[in-house]
């Protein structure tokens, strides 16, 4: 399961040759480790069409198993929001592209100013910028949704992933100033991902209502379309904003072509299948691997009416495993948890399951440059040494975990028998042994799993996995229960074991304070799911936010990899390489490339149009586009098998 975070997924970094000079440098984009592809005054994206028509409609289902939704304000802890609202309805200061992965540029800010000392940036607010109802965007709204996001009534990612963030400053109508803690090369990307909202919203008289009581009044906001047609919990249609005040600006140029992108939510994911296949929807990406290979058939697909193809991409491997909740007694050993993954045959699933189409996620940044490999390298080691007290020998002396392999070949030593053999003795030395009837411990207590899922396309993982585990004497539970249960039963860290998932980046950084740090693991709704408490991770953390080179990232970001692995938190799951992706033919146009780094919902809302709309430069036929600049990557696979 993906866990929704309100965050800037496609944020980017500054060059440093700028972090250097003696002088506040001030531009139009924002980057770290890299030059600017894009100088001032581009005309366009090279992914988009600027020729795009707008008009027309394109239904579609959420990525997610949300079930549902019960409330307009996206920002807040309790209940779930509508499916894209933030992407649909709200503009940022700053934002990315889909061709630079540690790059972006000026949205509702024309102009980024990074201080000399990296202890500040100020933007200057565009001055044609406007929100929905007329007002202008002014730089006291973008301090009061700063304020209000990193408040109380706030979901708690919000104060985590802007905790160093010192203030917000007006210094002008149009100029805002944000100061830092400290010196920090992703900060000003962080702030420029803020998704500025008016002062208006919520405001009754001179009184603002608290931000955690606004449920039903629709967010006031600048994007490129507002709230259309709703039928409440089940689905909701975005209207295009016809007078969007960025429409005629390069970085939007060609995209948001739509004039009605409608969200339809089903409960069961069979009858979501065959209601696409009867034309009640236009689009749809395929997570599990048997359903793509059996399911996405029919005459609409044999006529060509339905498009099945997969298509490539230059992402970083998104992460995804069974994670355990740490806060529980039972999986505080290291031992036990190394046991449980042994019981797991990827191998097997592999070949039975899957049809033969994932890798095995190896680490946290599985195919990419931040993967831990062999043994740590002189980089790592000169941040692990510092640490070596609170680190198991094993980090210094042994190759980075990986997972469990099994052979088919009786001699081999590493056969499912020989994993349960192992995983029987690491139990054995944590302290639990089979005896009536159970694998307890000392007091007696039974060793038992609960895994949670909300969709029950995981059944067929955990029901060869159980019958594993349940040799070794654990008891095992699989329970599915809806999308926003399971959602809150996580959000206050009620469950023994969750498939979780997150989007690999080609830049990682402040948001694994929230992932990973000690801060977040006791916060409700927080995305520290493990409930992980590490000294020795909080300092790489510390690392991998401060880096201010891109070698100091990979050596940061490397030896957190291999600390973690160390650590056996999770079951490792499984990736791909491409997006499973079908859609009606008749509907829809696309630009002649692939960009390299995209998120296929977001690719079709944003840079596809509608066939109905009128004819356009610059359209395919049907066949399977390939990247415009890249090698092909690895992805996640995102709900199961």
């Not at 394109?58 to 802890?77: G, H």
């Not at 030593?413 to 192992?422: C, E, F, K, P, S």
């Not at 977001?602 to 709309?613: I, M």
Request: glycine share 8%.
């Amino acid at each position: 399961m993906r866990r929704p975070m309100a965050r800037f997924w496609t944020h980017c970094l500054l060059a440093f040759g700028l972090w250097t000079t003696a002088t506040a440098w001030a531009a139009h984009a924002y980057a770290q480790f890299g030059d600017i592809r894009y100088p001032a005054g581009f005309a366009h994206f090279s992914y988009v069409n600027p020729a795009a028509p707008k008009g027309g409609e394109i239904v579609l289902v959420p990525p997610t198993r949300q079930s549902n939704f019960d409330k307009y304000n996206p920002f807040t802890l309790k209940g779930s929001a509508p499916p894209a609202m933030l992407s649909m309805l709200f503009d940022t200061l700053l934002v990315g592209n889909m061709d630079e992965p540690t790059t972006a540029y000026g949205l509702l800010a024309s102009d980024i100013q990074v201080a000399s000392d990296r202890m500040s940036v100020t933007f200057q607010i565009h001055p044609q910028a406007r929100f929905h109802n007329g007002d202008p965007v002014l730089a006291a709204d973008v301090r009061h949704t700063f304020e209000r996001l990193t408040s109380k009534q706030a979901a708690p990612q919000y104060r985590t992933y802007f905790s160093e963030v010192k203030a917000a400053t007006v210094v002008g109508e149009r100029s805002i100033r944000f100061d830092f803690v400290r010196p920090n090369s992703e900060l000003p990307l962080i702030v420029g991902s803020l998704p500025v909202f008016s002062q208006k919203w919520g405001l009754q008289g001179k009184v603002h209502t608290p931000l955690d009581q606004m449920v039903m009044e629709v967010p006031i906001a600048s994007g490129p379309y507002r709230v259309g047609p709703v039928q409440f919990g089940k689905d909701i249609t975005y209207v295009r904003d016809t007078a969007y005040w960025a429409k005629d600006l390069n970085v939007r140029k060609g995209l948001f072509n739509f004039d009605r992108i409608t969200y339809k939510i089903y409960k069961d994911s069979t009858a979501q299948l065959e209601a696409f296949k009867a034309g009640e929807f236009d689009y749809m990406q395929s997570f599990i691997a048997r359903e793509w290979a059996r399911a996405f058939t029919g005459r609409a697909f044999e006529r060509g009416e339905l498009i099945k193809a997969e298509l490539p991409h230059g992402n970083a491997g998104d992460f995804q495993g069974f994670q355990f909740n740490l806060r529980r007694d039972k999986f505080k050993d290291v031992r036990v948890r190394q046991a449980i993954a042994l019981a797991m045959d990827f191998e097997w699933l592999n070949r039975q399951l899957f049809y033969n189409a994932y890798s095995r996620v190896r680490g946290y940044f599985v195919a990419s440059d931040f993967e831990a490999k062999g043994r740590p390298g002189n980089d790592e080691l000169a941040l692990l040494q510092p640490l070596k007290a609170k680190l198991p020998a094993a980090v210094f002396e042994q190759d980075v975990p990986q997972p469990p392999k099994t052979d088919l070949a009786v001699d081999s030593g590493h056969t499912l028998r020989d994993h349960l053999r192992q995983a029987r003795d690491l139990l054995k030395d944590a302290g639990w042994t089979y005896r009536d009837g159970a694998l307890r411990n000392a007091t007696g207590q039974a060793l038992t799993l609960e895994f949670l899922d909300s969709s029950g396309s995981m059944g067929r993982v955990v029901t060869p996995f159980a019958k594993n585990l349940e040799k070794l004497g654990i008891q095992v539970q699989y329970k599915v229960i809806d999308f926003a249960l399971l959602q809150k039963r996580m959000d206050v860290f009620d469950f023994d074991i969750v498939s979780n998932r997150t989007v690999g980046s080609e830049a990682p950084g402040t948001e694994l304070l929230e992932r990973f740090g000690s801060k977040s693991a006791d916060v409700e709704g927080s995305g520290n799911v493990l409930g992980l408490k590490d000294p020795a991770v909080d300092a790489l953390l510390d690392k991998v936010v401060s880096a201010t080179t891109r070698p100091e990232l990979v050596a940061s970001l490397r030896a957190l990899d291999r600390v973690l692995r160390h650590g056996h938190y999770v079951v490792p799951h499984w990736y791909g390489a491409v997006h499973r992706v079908s859609w009606r033919d008749a509907a829809f146009a696309r630009p002649a490339h692939l960009p390299r780094y995209y998120q296929p919902e977001t690719l079709v809302t944003s840079v596809w149009w509608s066939k109905r709309a009128g004819a356009a430069p610059g359209a395919l036929s049907t066949s399977v586009i390939a990247p415009s600049n890249a090698a092909v990557g690895d992805a996640a696979d995102k709900k199961g098998p």
